[in-house]
């Protein structure tokens, strides 16, 4: 990643910052602004009950959630969910049946806050019929880039997004991976104080997904706000600050990786020698069960766990295994999809 | 929900926008080979129709004379309407093949997503890409009149009264389709987009012939149906504009003197005998105006 190479033409943003320039403080002294805006001012994205219906089908539900700047938020849900329809909500490229939102401060469709914003689509598609240097131009032009600063956003996006070799082929001999690493680099151009990536990998390689991977800690680490539509777990669970799951147009649950999974650790031992009085003492532990030879500690996180091999064996047990659980976020995704709406949140 | 929605109102236009849109739309149409294709068609149709026309100069009458050059100049002129009406014709279609699927090919391929999320308005993409294919249209038809003209002038020394409105005309026709498809594309898939597109041009040339066979036989119901289809889509309308611009004065004159005969006789597409009143060339300005207004508004309130 050449980040010496970001330090021409695009203007500075220092890592962890954001007083994002430009747009949303203009609208921040508004004195007109609801509350609800004014809040929404200081976040990257606040919506209150976004919906959206296509006839008879409700596509997205009271969609309300509130976005920190700087933050690599996953948007994460089955396919069919709802997740590309609030990303084109967002973006203005679709109506909300009803509700608000704003990004970056300002109302949805706002034309100059644009500027800040980058967009990787999910069905992403580019001028076949254009070299990869040329879509990239087009979009420095579209994006009222400074002129002086196109070369170094071109080849900075080619380099980033790894296609410094292909800038002069036509994207119609890209393959969909590549053309997928062309929309991620149409996405950076500008330095977007918010970037939209919708399913950035699904046709990407593993070695084109850990890049991915790479370039949003990149981004973070630029303050960048990454609103990251998936339905990859791992890739969420890798770069995620926080996630929402959303399922049939609704968000069953928000909150961190942590809020999300807190509550589903625990360790099981498998031990021999302890008897009903040793299982109680363990108890303070966290809910004791035992099945198959093994005996569970729901609830209790990995910190406890020599506390509690040292409560074991000072209660006469021998210990032949200890495996502190840890559930994944796969498996709390697939528990909720099955069950009722949940709410994590702090 | 507020129509501001989708951007900052309808025309919030920024030319260099629609500069570089309008640039694009020429671009993808050199690099899909169509200027290719179309300069190799129009060298064919050229040289065809010159030498056509050059042969004529070589025929002989009855009495086994060469055409005097009246009858030569007369027999072109009508030769020349004809190649017109086939070009006009072509143009309608290539100006719909281009138009229809402008705006909707690039929705169902998913390439507007990534450009209407930029800081641009609707109304800057349809402009742009409308502009484009003007400038296209433009300097295709005119080089393509102005080669053909100057070659019958040279072969036959024959000019027709107004070549400079008759290029106009047939790009405002052409011109008016490709906006009537336009439009379409932002609703409906090119394919559709190109039916109904074509099937209007048809209707309002067949409504033109009705519109001048109601005139001759001074029906007004019958008249009433042309000049309505004439307002809905002046395509028919223009191409009367271009052959009136094309009639020599001598021919004019005759039909005029023909009285009824004559004026039955211009109810085929290839006779005028009157220019088109000022107050339809307005009409078919405003025409052009309101579609592309109506073009704009429709894109605007598309979802994507």
Redesign the interface.
């Known amino acids: 990643m050449p980040d010496e190479a970001r330090s021409a033409g695009s203007p500075p943003f220092p890592a962890g910052s954001v007083a994002v320039a430009g747009v949303p403080s203009r609208r921040v002294h508004d004195p007109g602004l609801t509350e609800e805006a004014a809040a929404a001012a200081s976040s990257a994205l606040h919506t209150v009950g976004l919906s959206k219906r296509y006839g008879d089908v409700e596509a997205l539900v009271d969609l309300s959630m509130t976005v920190p700047r700087g933050e690599v938020f996953g948007f994460l849900g089955p396919n069919g969910a709802g997740k590309t329809t609030s990303v084109?909500l967002l973006?203005?490229?679709?109506?909300?049946?009803s509700g608000q939102a704003w990004v970056l401060g300002a109302p949805?469709?706002?034309?100059?806050?644009?500027?800040h914003?980058g967009?990787l689509?999910e069905?992403?598609?580019?001028?076949g019929?254009?070299q990869a240097a040329e879509v990239l131009k087009?979009?420095c032009?579209?994006?009222?880039l400074p002129r002086h600063t196109w070369k170094h956003e071109i080849e900075y996006a080619l380099s980033t997004v790894g296609l410094s070799d292909r800038a002069d082929d036509r994207v119609a001999n890209f393959s969909k991976g590549m053309q997928q690493r062309l929309?991620l680099g149409?996405a950076l151009l500008g330095s977007p104080h918010m970037v939209f990536l919708d399913e950035p990998t699904s046709a990407l390689d593993p070695v084109g997904r850990r890049d991915v991977r790479e370039i949003i800690r990149h981004l973070k680490a630029r303050g960048t706000t990454v609103f990251l539509n998936s339905h990859l777990l791992t890739e969420v669970e890798a770069v995620c600050d926080r996630v929402a799951i959303v399922d049939h147009g609704s968000v069953i649950a928000t909150g961190t990786l942590d809020d999300l999974l807190a509550s589903r650790v625990g360790v099981r031992l498998r031990v021999s020698g302890l008897d009903a009085a040793g299982i109680q003492a363990l108890s303070r532990f966290g809910a004791v069960s035992e099945a198959d030879g093994w005996l569970s500690i729901e609830g209790a996180g990995p910190e406890v766990v020599p506390d509690i091999v040292a409560e074991a064996v000072s209660r006469g047990a021998r210990v032949y295994a200890v495996e502190p659980r840890h559930e994944s976020l796969e498996d709390r995704f697939m528990e909720l999809l099955g069950g009722d709406a949940v709410e994590l949140e702090a | 929900m507020d129509t501001a929605l989708l951007g900052n109102g309808l025309l919030g236009l920024q030319p260099r926008v629609i500069w570089a849109i309008m640039r694009l739309t020429l671009r993808e149409t050199s690099r899909r080979k169509l200027l290719l294709a179309l300069l190799g068609l129009t060298i064919v149709v050229i040289g065809v129709t010159l030498f056509g026309i050059y042969k004529l100069t070589t025929i002989t009458g009855p009495n086994e004379q060469p055409l005097t050059p009246l009858e030569l100049k007369t027999v072109v002129s009508q030769i020349l309407i004809l190649i017109m009406f086939m070009f006009s014709f072509v143009l309608a279609l290539s100006a719909v093949f281009v138009a229809a699927p402008m705006i909707s090919g690039d929705v169902e391929s998913g390439i507007s997503l990534a450009i209407l999320t930029r800081p641009l308005s609707r109304a800057d993409v349809v402009l742009g890409k409308w502009l484009g294919l003007v400038a296209l249209v433009s300097t295709y038809i005119a080089g393509t009149v102005a080669i053909e003209l100057i070659g019958v002038k040279l072969i036959t020394d024959y000019q027709p009264p107004s070549p400079v409105f008759t290029i106009l005309f047939l790009i405002a026709e052409t011109v008016v389709l490709m906006t009537l498809a336009l439009l379409i594309s932002t609703r409906l898939s090119g394919m559709t987009g190109g039916v109904i597109a074509l099937g209007a041009y048809g209707i309002s040339w067949l409504g033109g012939i009705a519109g001048a066979v109601g005139a001759a036989f001074q029906n007004s119901t019958i008249t009433h149906i042309g000049t309505t289809t004439q307002l809905l889509l002046p395509t028919d309308g223009l191409w009367r504009g271009a052959v009136y611009s094309m009639e020599p004065a001598a021919i004019i004159t005759i039909a005029r003197a023909a009285g009824a005969a004559g004026r039955a006789a211009s109810a085929n597409p290839f006779l005028e005998l009157n220019p088109p009143p000022l107050t339809y060339l307005l009409w078919c300005a405003g025409w052009l105006v309101a579609m592309l207004a109506l073009t704009v508004y429709s894109f605007h309130r598309r979802e994507i």
């Open positions: 084109k973006l203005g490229l679709a109506r909300p049946t949805l469709g706002d034309q100059s806050t644009r500027r914003i967009y689509p069905l992403f598609r580019y001028q019929w254009l087009l979009h032009e579209l994006a009222q929309g149409v």
